[in-house]
């Protein structure tokens, strides 16, 4: 089965540092989202991306983020410069909501 | 706007018992989706089940089965016999048709199995 691949599975980062978070999606899909949940609460959608660029994005999604699609396979989540309220499970997934990768959990101390 | 309410924070059952997991939306789109996961302690989300909103048939996998009423916005889950294993937070989730098929999420309902 299809699978949607994300690394780290942990990462833990000092405030002020940059982070990429990575994910592999399924193959052939065009459409990737990143959502973000912070411990306890909801799935908060962040960005979606579509044909190499950004289709709609949240509030959360400021300027300290960036997503891009570097070599036609990886994804990846940009956080600039980090602040301890970016401590979130952050997953990727694939259109049509099926997909969801298994997270990669981010500490920022 | 759209919304998605679960409105039990938490339920905790014995092992057996049948439980009802409710989910309520709102949404202006006459096309949508509408999603099921469970999140174990783990942590990823695993899904369940995803109807549109013109397929109002309830639907029944194994121990779980759905109840989707048009009427009411209301997008139920029922585990029947519940297990221990079953124990996990569930999320009901909403997505468009038009625009870019973002989930919109709520806030979750945790559910406790006990043996």
């Known amino acids: 089965e299809p699978e949607v691949t994300q690394t780290p599975s942990h990462q833990v980062t000092q405030m002020g540092q940059e982070v990429i978070l990575r994910c592999v999606p399924i193959?052939?899909?065009?459409?990737f989202y990143w959502y973000r949940q912070i411990l306890g609460q909801k799935v908060e959608f962040l960005v979606s991306?579509?044909?190499?660029?950004?289709?709609?994005k949240s509030e959360i999604f400021d300027d300290q983020f960036s997503v891009e699609r570097p070599d036609g396979s990886n994804f990846t989540l940009k956080i600039r410069s980090t602040k301890l309220e970016d401590s979130a499970m952050y997953f990727c997934?694939?259109?049509?909501?099926?997909?969801f990768g298994s997270g990669t959990r981010l500490t920022v101390v | 706007a759209q919304k998605v309410t679960q409105a039990q924070t938490e339920i905790s059952v014995v092992e057996k018992e049948d439980v009802t997991l409710d989910c309520v939306y709102e949404?202006?789109?006459?096309?949508?989706?509408l999603f099921w996961y469970k999140q174990p302690p783990s942590g990823e989300l695993v899904f369940l089940i995803r109807?549109?909103?013109?397929?109002?048939q309830n639907e029944i996998s194994g121990r779980y089965s759905w109840n989707f009423q048009k009427s009411t916005s209301s997008f139920n889950f029922t585990i029947t016999a519940s297990q221990v294993v079953d124990s996990a937070v569930y999320f009901c989730?909403?997505?468009?048709?038009?625009?870019?098929?973002?989930?919109?999420f709520g806030t979750g309902t945790r559910l406790q199995v006990f043996p």
């Open positions: 991306f579509y044909n190499n660029e950004i289709s709609e």
């Open positions: 997934a694939n259109r049509d909501g099926y997909t």
């Open positions: 193959s052939n899909h065009l459409y």
């Open positions: 109807r549109n909103s013109f397929d109002e």
């Open positions: 949404t202006r789109d006459t096309t949508y989706y």
């Open positions: 989730a909403l997505s468009e048709a038009e625009g870019t098929d973002k989930l919109i």
